[in-house]
């Protein structure tokens, strides 16, 4: 038992140091996320945010990355994604007026609610591509701005 607890004291300051250690790369590993999502047409229903990692699954409600549900306020919804991983990500945003799950589209594919992307590309003939809407996430916080177009 003596043996064991100078093995335990002996290797403390080794513990202590590595956990130390740890505790400051973390932030490194990821970084907080959030886009400021503005001129909703009303503050009815919710702002849906969906964050995507890759061109294949663009778009795609179901398999977005994370996705998060925000409240309206004076036309402004705050999506908050909380700590990311580093890389190239891609956000879509709509005004679930009515409390929608996903994006319906009227004549010519032109969507029936307020949309929006990161790095807010023209979407006069049609939506952007991944590549248009990508940013990247590296050690620091990231708060992006998307307006929303009717």
């Known amino acids: 038992m003596v043996k064991r607890q100078h093995i335990v004291q002996k290797n403390l300051p080794r513990v202590i140091a590595a956990s130390l250690l740890l505790s400051l790369a973390g932030p490194a590993w990821a970084a907080s996320l959030s886009a400021q999502v503005s001129q909703a047409k009303s503050d009815q229903g919710v702002v849906r945010c969906g964050l995507f990692k ?84 590296q050690a620091q916080p990231v708060s992006l701005s998307i307006q929303l177009k009717y």
């Not at 061109?55 to 990311?84: K, M, N």
């Not at 969507?111 to 990161?118: I, Y």
């Open 54 to 137: 890759e061109a294949a699954t663009w778009r795609i409600e179901e398999q977005a990355l994370r996705t998060v549900e925000a409240s309206l306020h004076g036309g402004q919804a705050t999506c908050d994604f909380g700590e990311v991983p580093p890389g190239d990500y891609a956000i879509a945003a709509f005004h679930a007026e009515q409390g929608e799950t996903k994006v319906s589209y009227g004549f010519l594919g032109k969507p029936k609610q307020g949309v929006g992307f990161s790095n807010n590309p023209s979407i006069t003939f049609g939506p952007p591509d991944f590549d248009e809407a990508l940013f990247k996430i």
